[in-house]
C-alpha cells in the first residue's frame, strides 16, 4: 500500500514525506503524533514475505531488533503487520547510507 502525505498510519503517524520505494519496500519520513518526533515509516509488502513461515521468521527477528538500543543503531519503534504488508515505525537517521558514505572513501575505524 502507498501512503500519501497527510495520511496517518497506525492510528499516530503523520506522513510527510515519501522517499520512494527501496529493495524491501517502500519508505516514508513521518512524525509521530502525540510527541512530535520524526520517524521512518517502512512498508515491507507481500512480494518480501511470500507465505507465512516466512512472515513469522521476519515478525519475530523485528521484536527482537526492538529490544536493541546503541548509539550505532537504528532504533526500532514500533511494528504494525496487516494482511497483506508489514509497516515499522524506526528512529529517523538523516543523512546519506552506509554504503554511500563508504563509497566517497574508506571508513576509519573511529567512524
Same mark, same amino acid.
Given at each position: 500500500m502507498a501512503f500519501s502525505v497527510g495520511d496517518?498510519?497506525?492510528?499516530?503517524?503523520?506522513?510527510?514525506?515519501? +522517499?520512494?520505494? %527501496?529493495?524491501?519496500?517502500?519508505?516514508? %519520513?513521518? *512524525?509521530? %503524533?502525540?510527541?512530535g518526533v520524526e520517524v521512518a515509516?517502512?512498508?515491507?509488502?507481500?512480494?518480501?514475505?511470500?507465505?507465512?513461515?516466512? *512472515?513469522?521468521a521476519f515478525l519475530g527477528k523485528l521484536g527482537r531488533a %526492538?529490544? +536493541?538500543?546503541?548509539?550505532?543503531?537504528v532504533r526500532v519503534f514500533g511494528v504494525y503487520p496487516t494482511a497483506d504488508e508489514v509497516v515499522i515505525a524506526a528512529q529517523w537517521a538523516p543523512g546519506q547510507t552506509l554504503y554511500a558514505r563508504a563509497q566517497e572513501k574508506p571508513l576509519s575505524p573511529d567512524e
Open positions: 496517518v498510519v497506525a492510528g499516530r503517524y503523520e506522513v510527510l514525506e515519501s +522517499l520512494g520505494q %527501496r529493495p524491501l519496500g517502500w519508505l516514508y %519520513r513521518a *512524525r509521530e %503524533r502525540e510527541i515509516l517502512w512498508v515491507i509488502g507481500a512480494a518480501m514475505l511470500p507465505d507465512e513461515p516466512a *512472515r513469522t %526492538r529490544a +536493541l538500543s546503541h548509539p550505532n543503531l
